[in-house]
């Protein structure tokens, strides 16, 4: 069974941080690298970072050096810490797999003012 469950959104003020985390159900966190995903309003789904199973790290470029994905595996859990938020930042943000499984959590909201 496919459990994506994200948390740690919310409204925050530009240069502002925020915690993002998404417990996965263990069979499909124990085998693949995760992501985060960010929609923005209006928007397509893009992928934001993504860190494998052996910790290895990637990230867009509108994000790097300000984002820092991480991942629990003894937790099955992965993280997004981000710093220096921008406006736009904004978005729904999802975790999932990478290449994504096509189910998906609600994701949860983060809201940067400027």
């Known amino acids: 069974q496919v459990q994506l469950v994200e948390s740690g959104g919310g409204l925050v003020q530009a240069g502002g941080s925020l915690r993002l985390s998404c417990v996965a159900s263990?069979?499909?966190?124990?085998?693949?690298?995760m992501a985060w995903y960010r929609q923005a309003p209006g928007k397509q789904r893009e992928l934001v970072a993504r860190?494998?199973?052996?910790?290895?790290?990637r990230y867009t470029d509108s994000v790097k050096d300000r984002f820092t994905i991480s991942r629990d595996n003894a937790k099955n859990t992965v993280y997004l810490q981000m710093y220096s938020l921008k406006p736009e930042d904004t978005g729904v943000y999802y975790c999932n797999t990478d290449p994504n499984l096509p189910s998906w959590g609600e994701g949860t909201l983060v809201t940067v003012s400027s």
């Open positions: 860190v494998t199973t052996s910790g290895r790290t």
């Open positions: 263990r069979i499909i966190f124990s085998f693949n690298a």
